[in-house]
């Protein structure tokens, strides 16, 4: 699906217009929430898919077709990242049988991971992660948890400067090393940042978040559910009224919609088994973001829940 | 890894319960009768053991040698390590045991096959569980029977077979035999525990019983046969 300015000026418009419609009757199956890698200028849909463990399937052919059906729903409703690694057990290679049963190889921004101690052994793990995945060459590659990272930081530059990859980045999650990452940040020329944000995980905003909007480096956040134990806790409780002023239907898009308000977040990448849940989070904050008031306002409610 | 502290059991889980379970369903669906023969071969060995036949050893080795050897492949490698790459690593592991069964099996003198004391009652009980109580766990925990985990067909109930036996017999190889039954059972019980299995307890109690054991058999005195009291 080809998304237009004009269409995205509709939508902003439409957005204005009725804010206290439900977003996923604004904006499912539409443009999904756009947003802009500042490296590049390159607009990216601000919700991607993650795949640790919800597509390390194995073999499992009924599992690996549901995974292909997440695919499908994901770039149906405009969706374009697909995080991975080869940590990531078989989501590598079930990843790669979906874009290939879609087609939709030139859909995907593929971003995916380089982890392994050894330095030696980066370039021979990446042309694995390559062969995996069916593509010509990835759009970003990230030093999975800063693991070999200096070393595998020059890798992955003289890739981009060879032209066979277009952005470089690090990852981290759940608070760690946010002290080496912040080092990384100011001295190495990285395109992408990955780190983990919700409205309880919000250590990134102290230093990170806005180091990364000075320097015009993307922000993926990872675990926005806290691998699910965020909206599973969420589920037996009722959904404040006031969850409609912030674009949301649902927990999961209340969540989501508090983390995509950060002006430096580029990309969220929920992980989900789900047809129903991937359409739900590619329709999160659909054209009405949470203000600065009520971001505070969704924090303070889901800690004290 | 920088942080360990930081991490938690769950951290180190690269699936989901559901994927895990149904590698069971599909193994036992793949090798259907398979799983009926296997169990009755473990319940034979047992028999052998447990009346001191002539051939106890043999079947015992034979037996065991080849469903270590068989899951090691079958399920471990084939199907185990598609989800979970530290399985690659273990694989090789069950082949070693397999070969140290049949080893001690042939070895005269290697294992010795005596009267039931308390700890081989303890080992028997072990045995049982692990080849009539484990294929009917999915009941009690609300999974469906198709992913009973079956002596000689999954791991963990042959493992724990195995120490069973390892425990109702006698003989200067235990101190070899025991190391990599005992050594999975921590590393599948943390597995399940991260899954939040109650029958992680199962795997975890074996080598936490066979410590105890070992220490009834072979540990001091004063704990093999209290002095009386005077
Ligand atoms: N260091 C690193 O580089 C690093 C670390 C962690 C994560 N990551 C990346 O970030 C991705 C996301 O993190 P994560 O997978 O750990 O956790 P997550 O995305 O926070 O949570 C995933 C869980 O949320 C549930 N979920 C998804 N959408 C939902 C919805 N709309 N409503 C209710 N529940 C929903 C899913 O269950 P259902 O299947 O039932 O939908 C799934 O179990 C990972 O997959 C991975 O790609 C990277």
Redesign the interface.
Known sequence: MTITRRRLLETAALGAAMPLLPATRLFAQDAPLMRTIPASGEAIPAIGLGTW??F?????R??QAECTAVMAAFFAAGGRMIDSSP????SQAVVGRGLATLDRRDAVFSAEKVWTTSAANGPAQIVQTRRLWGVDRFDLLQVHN?LGWEAHLDTLQAMKAAGRLRYTGITTS????HDLVETIMRRHPIDFLQLSYNPVDRDAERRLLPLAAERGIAVIINRPFRQGALTRRLAREPLPDWAGAAGATSWAQLILGFILSHPAVTVAIPAT?RVDHVRENLAAAGGVLPDRALRERIAAHIGAL | MSEWWTYRLDDFLLFSPRTYWRLFEAQNAALWPLPLATTAAGLAALLLILFRAPGASLGMGLVFGVVWAFVGYSFLLERYATINWAVAYLGPAFFIQALLMGGAALRAGALAFRRLDGVGVAGLTLALVALLVFPVLPLAAGRPFACAEVFGIAPDPTVIATIGVLLIVRGGWLAVLLPIPLLWCVFSGLTLLAMDETQAWLLLGAPALTFGLGVVRFGPRWVRRPEPRV
């Open positions: 463990i919800t390390n399937v194995g073999d499992d009924q599992l940590m990531y057990g078989s800063l759940e608070g760690r090393r088994t």
